[in-house]
């Protein structure tokens, strides 16, 4: 008799679960367009040129993943973040891209590419360039697109 109720509540579950399938409410898709996505570059940016840490750091989600260029550090959350915006941010970095990739997908979408990233010695005034890989990933968290997941690492070989 147990074996006939284990299999009678198993086969009950099997029926049901198409019946609420069909009432869940479809997964939305965020609307972008590639010139979107590149804007995005440019709120990093100017959230670089403020200088402040929590500024750049809003514009992560919350369960984001930073792998910097400049740390071995990975950063798994918004306090990782912040601590490595604050090292970073003092030699007053720029960005530019230098070639770039976009990928949209249903409430995500990934910049990919090459860019140069201007540090200024915040002593002497000397400029360095970096140049290096990145990859952004974007995710909408809240209504708004934020960085999901950031990594940009070095050329590994010198330009010629």
Excluded at 36 to 55: I, M
Excluded at 67 to 74: F, G, Q
Excluded at 127 to 151: M, N, P
Aim: aromatic content about 8%; hydrophobic content about 40%; charged content about 20%.
């Amino acid at each position: 008799m147990n074996k006939f109720m284990l299999s009678a509540v198993a086969v009950a579950s099997v029926i049901a679960i198409p019946a609420q399938a069909k009432t869940a409410t479809p997964m939305q898709c965020a609307v972008v367009n590639q010139a979107q996505v590149e804007s995005l570059f440019n709120d990093f940016n100017n959230a670089w040129a403020s200088k402040n840490p929590d500024t750049v750091t809003s514009l992560f989600t919350k369960d984001a993943v930073l792998l910097a260029t400049v740390s071995n550090t990975p950063r798994t959350d918004h306090a990782g973040i912040r601590d490595y915006f604050v090292g970073f941010l003092k030699p007053s970095p720029v960005g530019t891209i230098n070639s770039s990739t976009v990928k949209i997908g249903c409430n995500m979408a990934a910049r990919l590419g090459t860019w140069t990233v201007t540090v200024t010695d915040p002593s002497t005034g000397a400029k360095t360039d970096i140049k290096a890989r990145y990859s952004f990933i974007y995710r909408i968290e809240d209504g708004k697109w934020k960085i999901d997941h950031l990594h940009s690492s070095m050329m590994p070989e010198k330009a010629g």
